[in-house]
C-alpha cells in the first residue's frame, strides 16, 4: 500500500513539472497582440525611403520632403507620438494617392514647351539661357500631375525667376475652368524651383512663359 502511495506521488509530481514546464513556456511566447509595435523611428526610415522611390518614379516630392522633414524635427524635438504618427498617416495617403495618379498617367503623353523673356535693358546679356530653359522644363514636367481630363487644353502661365533663383508672380493668363488643372500647374512650377541663374551678375529678374499642353489622344496607349 505504501509503495502505492509513493508511486502516486511520484506520478503526480512528474505531472506538475510537465505542467509548470508547459506554463512557463507559454508565458515566454509572444502573441500577435503583444508583438511589440513597429516604432515611430523605423516608420520615419520607411517613408524617407518611399518619398525618394516616389521621386525616382517621376513624382513631384518637394512637398512631401518638406513635411516630412518637418514630422522628423518635432520627432527629434520629442513631440508626442501619437501626434506624429497623425501626420506621418496622413503623409502617406497623399503620397500614396499622387503615386497612384502618376501611375495612371504614365502612358499619357505630355508636351511642354518653354521659354524666356529677357528685358530690353538686358539685351547685351550674352549668357547662354538654352541649358537653363531645358533643366527648367524637365523640372516642371516631372513635377506636373494633371488630373485625368477626356479634353486636352493649353495652359499658359507665366512667372519670374529672380536673381537668387526663387520663383514667384505666378499667373495663369487664362485660368482653366477646373480648379485642379490650374492648382496642378502651379504646384508643378512651385515644386521645380528654385534653380541657380546662369548669369550670376544679372540683377533683373527673368520672365518666364510656360505652356502646359494637356494631350490625351494617346493616354491608353
Known sequence: ??????????????????????????????????AAPVSLRAQLDSTMLKIKEAGQRGVGIKSYQDAFDGIEADYNGGAKPEILQKRLDSLLR?????????KQLKGQQLRQTAYAKLDVEDEND????GPFMEELQR???????PPVQTEGYHLKTL??????????????????DLDAVNASARKAVEEAGPM???N??????INI?????????????
Do not use: C
Open 1 to 34: 500500500m505504501a509503495n502505492h502511495s509513493n508511486l502516486m506521488s511520484s506520478v503526480f509530481f512528474l505531472f506538475a513539472l510537465s505542467f509548470n514546464a508547459i506554463v512557463l513556456a507559454e508565458s515566454g511566447r509572444e502573441t500577435p497582440s503583444q
Open 94 to 102: 497623399a503620397l500614396d494617392e499622387q503615386s497612384a495618379r502618376a
Open 126 to 129: 550674352n549668357y547662354n539661357y
Open 139 to 145: 523640372r516642371i514636367r516631372r513635377a506636373w500631375h
Open 159 to 176: 512667372f519670374v525667376v529672380d536673381k537668387n533663383g526663387d520663383f514667384s508672380d505666378f499667373r495663369i493668363e487664362k485660368p482653366h
Open 196 to 198: 541657380r541663374i546662369p
Open 200 to 205: 550670376p551678375r544679372r540683377q533683373k529678374p
Open 209 to 221: 512663359e510656360f505652356t502646359f499642353d494637356y494631350n490625351n489622344n494617346n493616354k491608353n496607349r
